[in-house]
Structure formats: structure tokens, C-alpha cells
């Protein structure tokens, strides 16, 4: 863990000088794309010592694939290979090396690498197999039109801004990035023209940056001097269990579990402050003309603090991970893209039988939350202070239920994540089940399809769309103009 911390503040050292001395107006992509693999390489070396092969063998075999079988079929081997390789390194650290331990390992890059190797393959497959018209506007957006180079790949997939923490980003946005072509924010006005307002000629990342470094320090404070003196495994002491009152464990519980979340928010925003200090993350200008630098960030804190619906809470959390799972496999489902999507998030993250109980837990939450939005929800809206006290009300049922999912994905094995919900007697499972019971499931009435039919930690969301939309403002290959590209991204995000 020290290593790793170590190795990101290095890291957005490098990107600081990247930007500054290998700034896309002063050197070639090639150069750019060469420091940033070698410089990734070597972070992850001396983060993981030789176990960072694994990068390279993994990115390297995909690439291998990817010439050989060719574009009609080489998203399915890649996407098989990449997350089988994946799996084995998980069961064999977990199961054969280090079972329980929280320290950082080099399946966790693996995981960023396996979302970057499916996704990239997918996005090849689109943009130089399927016809045009046969794809979703997303997927028109992010298509690739041509076959990248090896150094283009390895640099996209090992660079030093996101080989130990990512986040995913867009092979087109990246590549972008690297050749340092601006691009423009297009506004929507009233009578629904494009209005080009304003153009990156090159925004500073600076206050971004030390905005994001403060959440990254207030969180590492939070996490050593609060986080320790509340265990989630308290949750399950027997003393605690027999003498606590049910409002006492629900009010740890939530206290709890919200303790272990600034290591996460640590992680990751650390992570999008480094790329955002090379340069890249740059989402647009608003219509007052301030930058915005989200593009690849991949949540939203406050949002998740204050989350008042599950959907709330899974649409700002794990951002990116909810994209790439919706790109690969719940627009392309065939049959039961929920189960099938479940699955697959599951298989991802790991071989710990607590993500399992986790992700089916989150199920039951998910529609049981779903059903009382729809049917009750809008006779509370019309009172400010009604609406006030619903808020209020579907806040703390919404903390509660979130901790209460989540539990098995901190305990990690089934022992202890059944002596907890056994301690509970099951009851926002049994409490899940009948309101599924007593409330119909409505369908949401703009265009949802059967996708809002359950969006845990993948599927989060049609809006997430607009992310989507928002996260490529930037131009692409050569077989798209600049302005191609803007109105592409404009129609799918009025869709």
C-alpha cells in the first residue's frame, strides 16, 4: 500500500512534467505515447516487482489475437481471454497466496487493463465490421475505425496516468489526448440549434488539480483517524450483536460502512488528479464558458453522501466500471441482459464469495427500491415541505440499505456475511420480497426498454449516457471530421 501510494505521487509528478515538457505542441504522439508506456512500466515494476509481466503478457496476447482473428470474431476471443486471464490471477492470489488481505495486488491494474482490452476490442469490432446503421449512437461515438499500432495499444493500456489506478477511458478520447487535437463544446440552444461557443485552445488543469488533492488529503485523513475506530467486523461481535438495540446496530451499520468509503474516494480521485495534471480529462465548457475537467472521473461524492434512491447512489459510484459494463455486455445481451450483466460484474471483481452475495442482495434492492419510486413517490412531490420530509425519509432508508448490501463485499467470505444477515433475521431481503409482492414494477415511460429493469453497479443508467456523451467531446480517427464527430456526440446526447 505504500508502494502504491509512493508510485501515484510520482506519478502526478510525471504528469506534471509531461504536460509541461512533452506538451503535444512540442513533441511527436510517438514520443508521448513511448514515455508514457515506459514510465507505466516501470511504476508498475516497482509497485509489483515482476508480477507487472502480467501487464504486458495479457495486453500482448490480446494484441496478438486481435491481428490474427481478425475483426468480425476478435471482441469475443479478447473479451474470453482478457477476463479469463484475469480470473485465474485473482484465484490464484486469493485462494492459493494471500486469502483476506486488503493490500494492494496486481489483479487490481488488471482489472483496469481487462476493462480497457474488452471495451477497445468491442469498439474495433464496431467501427470496422458492423455496419453503420446497425449501432446504438454510443456506440457510432466511441466506434474505431482503424486497427491501433502496438505502441498506440500498450500506451493506451499500461500509460503511467492510469496503470495502478486507471480510470477506463476511451481508447478515442485517449488517443485524442496523446496527439493533442482540440476540439469544441457545442451548445444546445432554445429553438434546438447547435450554437459553437467555445473552443480548448489549452485550459489549465491547475485548480482542478488541487481541488482534486484536497478531497484526496481529506479522505486520507478520514480514513487513518476515523476508519480504524469503526470496523465493519464489528458489525458481527457477538457482545455488540446481544446487548445493542436495533437502532444502535443500524445507526453503526450505516457509520461503518460510510467509514470505509474515503479509501476508495482517496484512490480514485488520486487517480483522475493525475491524469488531469498531464492534460487529459478535459470534459468542456459549460455555457458560461468554465472548463470542466470530469471526463474520466469516476465518482461523485457528494451525490453519493446525499444519494435519496439506490439508483442515485449506483449512478455516481464506480462511474466508468458502470459504463464499461454496459458497453460490453448490457446493450449487447442477447437474453437476460440483467442476469447476464450480474454475472459478469461479479466475475470482475473477484473470486471472494462475499462480491457474490453482494451483487445478488443488490438485485432484491435494487427492483424493491424501483417499485417504491414508481408507485408511490409522486404523492409526495407536490408539498415543498412534504417533499422535504419524503427526502429525508428515502435518505436514510437509502444509506441503511446500501450499507446493508454491502456488507459481504467488505467481510469477503460467507461465514461471517451469514452471521450477519442472520443477526438481521434477512429482514430488508424478506422486507425487499414483499414489497415486490404488495407494488407492481411499472415501466418508466421514456423510452427505458427493459433496461431500467434492474441497473445495479453496471448498468447505471440511460443518463449515464449523457456521460458517455460528455466524456467525448474530443475528434476521433481520420475517417470522421471534427465536425462529424461533435454532431454525432450532440444527437446521442439529445437522444
Known amino acids: 500500500q505504500v508502494n502504491f501510494v509512493v508510485c501515484q505521487l510520482f506519478a502526478l509528478l510525471a504528469a506534471v512534467w509531461f504536460r509541461t515538457y512533452l506538451h503535444s505542441s512540442k513533441t511527436s504522439p510517438f514520443i508521448r505515447h513511448v514515455v508514457a508506456t515506459l514510465l507505466g512500466l516501470y511504476l508498475a515494476l516497482f509497485c509489483f516487482g515482476w508480477y507487472a509481466l502480467h501487464f504486458v503478457i495479457q495486453s500482448g496476447i490480446s494484441y496478438y489475437i486481435m491481428i490474427l482473428i481478425g475483426v468480425e470474431n476478435m471482441h469475443k476471443y479478447c473479451f474470453v481471454f482478457a477476463l479469463g486471464y484475469l480470473t485465474v490471477c485473482q484465484i490464484t492470489r486469493v485462494y492459493i497466496f494471500d486469502y483476506g488481505q486488503y493490500s494492494a495486488d496486481f489483479s487490481g491494474p488488471m482489472m483496469i487493463i481487462t476493462q480497457k482490452i474488452t471495451s477497445l476490442a468491442f469498439e474495433i469490432h464496431d467501427g470496422m465490421f458492423r455496419k453503420n446503421e446497425d449501432l446504438t449512437p454510443s456506440q457510432r461515438c466511441l466506434a474505431v475505425r482503424r486497427m491501433p499500432s502496438l505502441l498506440e495499444y500498450l500506451s493506451y493500456n499500461c500509460n503511467f496516468m492510469g496503470i495502478l489506478a486507471g480510470p477506463l477511458c476511451s481508447y478515442k478520447d485517449y488517443i485524442t489526448f496523446i496527439e493533442g487535437r482540440s476540439y469544441q463544446l457545442q451548445q444546445s440552444e432554445a429553438n434546438g440549434k447547435e450554437d459553437t461557443k467555445y473552443e480548448q485552445t489549452d485550459p489549465s488543469p491547475n485548480i482542478a488539480v488541487a481541488q482534486k488533492l484536497l478531497i484526496c488529503g481529506l479522505s486520507l485523513l478520514f480514513h487513518m483517524t476515523i476508519t480504524k475506530t469503526l470496523p465493519v467486523e464489528y458489525n458481527i461481535d457477538d457482545n455488540f450483536r446481544a446487548t445493542a438495540s ?22 480514485w480521485t488520486l487517480a483522475d488528479a493525475i491524469n488531469n495534471a498531464a492534460g487529459f480529462g478535459f470534459r468542456g465548457y459549460d455555457k458560461n464558458g468554465v472548463t470542466h475537467w ?10 453519493i453522501e446525499f444519494s435519496t434512491s439506490f439508483k442515485m447512489f449506483l449512478d455516481n459510484w464506480n462511474i466508468q466500471t458502470a459504463l464499461w459494463l454496459k458497453r460490453v455486455c448490457y446493450e449487447r445481451a442477447t437474453f437476460s441482459p440483467t442476469i447476464q450483466t450480474f454475472i459478469l460484474s461479479a466475475i470482475w471483481h473477484g473470486v471472494y464469495p462475499g462480491y457474490y452475495l453482494t451483487f445478488l442482495t443488490g438485485v432484491l434492492m435494487t427492483l424493491a427500491a424501483r417499485a417504491i419510486r414508481n408507485n408511490i413517490r409522486h404523492y409526495f412531490v407536490e408539498s415543498p415541505t412534504v417533499k422535504l420530509c419524503y427526502d429525508i425519509i428515502t435518505w436514510m432508508a437509502t444509506q441503511v440499505a446500501i450499507s446493508y448490501t454491502v456488507v459481504p463485499f467488505v467481510l469477503l467470505s460467507v461465514k461471517p456475511s451469514f452471521t450477519f444477515y442472520s443477526s438481521c433475521y434477512f429482514c430488508l431481503h424478506i422486507a425487499s420480497i414483499l414489497v415486490l409482492l404488495v407494488f407492481p414494477l411499472k415501466r418508466t415511460q421514456k423510452g427505458s426498454k427493459k433496461q431500467e429493469s ?18 467525448s467531446y474530443s475528434t476521433t480517427n481520420n475517417s470522421f471530421s471534427q465536425k462529424q464527430e461533435i454532431t454525432c456526440r450532440y444527437q446521442a446526447l439529445k437522444q
Open 246 to 267: 436495533w437502532p444502535v446496530r443500524f445507526f453503526y451499520l450505516y457509520v461503518s460502512l460510510m467509514a470505509a468509503r474515503p479509501k476508495y474516494y482517496f484512490a
Open 294 to 303: 470530469d471526463l474520466i472521473s469516476n465518482l461523485r461524492i457528494q451525490q
Open 454 to 471: 434492474i441497473q445495479p453497479v453496471w448498468s447505471k443508467k440511460l443518463e449515464e449516457e449523457n456521460l458517455l456523451q460528455k466524456n
